[in-house]
C-alpha cells in the first residue's frame, strides 16, 4: 500500500493533478485524496482547479459534471464502469418523451444524470441546494423533477409545491430497513437520526434532519448531540468521526440486518486504478462540444444560484 501511495503522490507532482473525491469513497482513498466534498461542492471545486489534470474519484456523472464545467482540462477517472442507479434510471430518449408530454413546465434535473439528460433541462440541482433551487422558480410555473422520486417528494413536502416525478430511485438508499432503523433507535435513544433525501419517506419521516452529505457532516457537528445514526452511505462516517471528536455514529443497516449499504458504484475505485490512471491518464472522460455547451447551461444557472 505504502508503494502505491508514493507512487500516486508522485505521479500527481509530474502531472500537475488533483484528486477530487467523494464522500462515499473507500476510506483509503478519501486519505489519498486532495480534496473531499459532497456533489455540489465538488462541481464547485472542479470549475476552479488550477490543475491541469483532475482525477475524480466518485461516479461517471460527477467525473463528467467536471468535464462539462472545465473543457480544457483531462477529466480521468480510476474505473469507468462506476455508474450510479438514478442516472442510468433516466436515458435521454425517455426523458425526451417525458418533457414533450409534459410542455410548459420547468425541468429541473438532480445532478445524478447523464449529460444527455442535463441537455434537456432547465437547471440542476444538487442535494445541497435543491430546496433552493425549487423556491427559485416562479409559483404559477410547473415543474418536473428528475431522477430521483424520493428526493422529489421530500421537496415537494418541504416548499409546497406540485412537481411531477420521474420514477428514479438510488438502489443503496432504498435498502435502509425501517425495521431495523428502529431497532437501533430503540438500543440508542438518545442518538438523532441524521438522513440523506435520497431515503424513502418511511425512513425520512424517521428524521431529525434530512441534507446532503456535507449537511449531515455539519449538522453532527454542530449540535448539541453525542450520538447520531446515519440513513445515508456509511463511507461519510470515516470523515464525520475524523472531523467530530467524543460523538457516536452509527450507520442504519439495511434489509439483510447487516450495515452493508456501501454504493457498489462508488467502491469500485480503488488506490491501485487511481495509480494506473494516473500512470496512463485514461480512462478519460470525452465530450461531444455540442452537448457540453447544452449540459452547461443548466449547471451554469445552478452555480450562480446556489
Ligand atoms: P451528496 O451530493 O449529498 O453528496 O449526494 C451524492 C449522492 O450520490 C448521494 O447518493
Ligand atoms: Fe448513485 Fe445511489 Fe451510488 Fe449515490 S449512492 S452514486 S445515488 S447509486
Not at 470549475?47 to 491541469?52: E, I, M, N, P, V
Not at 457540453?292 to 443548466?298: F, Y
Amino acid at each position: 500500500m505504502k508503494n502505491i501511495i508514493e507512487k500516486i503522490n508522485r505521479l500527481k507532482k509530474e502531472r500537475n493533478a488533483v484528486i477530487l473525491a467523494h464522500y462515499y469513497q473507500d476510506p483509503q482513498i478519501q486519505d489519498i485524496a486532495d480534496f473531499l466534498g459532497d456533489s455540489l461542492a465538488l462541481a464547485r471545486k472542479a470549475r476552479d482547479s488550477k490543475a491541469d489534470i483532475i482525477l475524480f474519484c466518485g461516479v461517471h456523472f460527477m467525473a463528467e459534471t467536471a468535464k462539462i464545467l472545465n473543457p480544457e482540462k483531462i477529466v480521468i477517472v480510476p474505473d469507468m464502469e462506476a455508474g450510479c442507479s438514478l442516472a442510468d434510471s433516466c436515458p435521454a430518449d425517455k426523458f425526451k418523451e417525458w418533457i414533450e408530454n409534459h410542455p410548459n413546465h420547468t425541468v429541473v434535473s438532480y445532478i445524478n444524470c447523464s449529460a444527455e439528460t442535463k441537455a434537456l433541462s432547465d437547471i440542476i440541482c444538487t442535494s445541497s441546494n435543491a430546496e433552493k433551487i425549487i423556491n427559485s422558480i416562479p409559483k404559477d410555473r410547473k415543474i418536473l423533477f428528475a431522477p430521483d422520486k424520493y428526493l422529489g417528494s421530500f421537496l415537494k413536502k418541504k416548499t409546497g409545491r406540485e412537481l411531477e416525478l420521474w420514477d428514479g430511485t438510488c438502489q443503496v438508499h432504498i435498502e435502509f430497513s425501517e425495521i431495523e432503523l428502529q431497532k437501533l433507535s430503540a438500543k440508542q435513544p438518545e442518538a438523532l437520526i441524521l438522513a440523506h433525501p435520497e431515503c424513502p419517506p418511511n425512513i425520512l419521516d424517521y428524521a431529525d434532519y434530512v441534507g446532503s452529505t456535507s449537511g449531515i457532516i455539519n449538522f453532527a457537528k454542530q449540535s448539541t448531540g453525542k450520538e447520531f445514526i446515519i440513513a445515508t452511505e456509511p463511507g461519510v462516517i470515516y470523515e464525520m468521526k475524523k472531523q467530530i471528536q467524543g460523538k457516536q455514529f452509527y450507520p442504519v443497516p439495511n434489509l439483510d440486518g447487516c450495515s452493508c449499504n456501501v454504493c457498489p458504484f462508488m467502491r469500485l475505485n480503488t488506490p491501485e486504478k487511481i495509480a494506473l490512471a494516473l500512470e496512463n491518464l485514461s480512462p478519460r472522460i470525452e465530450l461531444d462540444e455540442e452537448l457540453r455547451l447544452k449540459a452547461l447551461k443548466p449547471l451554469e444557472k445552478m452555480l450562480e444560484l446556489s
